[in-house]
């Protein structure tokens, strides 16, 4: 505070109220004191190439402050964070050709978790190799498994047990 302007104070007191802290996406509520970009990766489903995207075609510059824009961007933001797959290249969505449906979608927030499992379940059921390896927790994508992914506790082998069991049986085969 100067002694010039005595106002200054209450006008950053103003503009820090304007900001709304919470921004509600569907079903998730993203931080408002971000930039646009970052916010809206908080998003389930939505990554950084996919908010800079939605960010170009809402007309938002991707750096402004989420919380500080007005509500018709806001809601502009949220249409396009909806139709963000027909807006995109079949590729860029992430559920592409459904196995009932044959379309592809972009999903979102909880609804992404929920067509995964559904995927995942479908998998299961029908014995498809990826079931498979779901049922009984290995490696899906083709990852080397032969040094990785180990769930039991034994690491290697156990050279003292074999020298203890070598050692009885040397015992049992004196007497």
């Not at 990766?41 to 824009?69: M, P, S, W």
Request: proline letters at 1%; glycine letters at 10%.
């Amino acid at each position: 505070m100067s002694a010039e302007d005595p106002n200054a104070g209450e006008d950053a007191d103003a503009e820090e109220e304007d900001i709304r802290y919470f921004v509600r996406i569907g079903q998730t509520d993203l931080d408002g004191t971000k930039s646009v970009e970052r916010a809206l990766t908080e998003l389930n489903g939505i990554g950084h190439r996919a908010a800079r995207i939605i960010a170009q075609q809402a007309g938002v510059d991707r750096r402004a402050v989420f919380g500080k824009l007005d509500d018709d961007v806001i809601d502009t933001v949220v249409e396009h964070v909806e139709s963000f797959a027909d807006e995109v290249p079949e590729w860029m969505t992430n559920h592409q050709k459904d196995y009932f449906t044959g379309e592809s979608s972009h999903e979102t927030g909880n609804d992404l978790q929920l067509t995964r499992r559904q995927d995942i379940n479908r998998m299961k059921m029908i014995d498809s190799y990826r079931g498979v390896r779901h049922k009984r927790g290995q490696k899906v994508r083709g990852q080397r498994t032969k040094s990785t992914g180990r769930t039991e506790g034994t690491i290697g082998v156990n050279v003292e047990a074999i020298k203890e069991e070598q050692a009885e049986a040397a015992e049992e085969g004196d007497e």
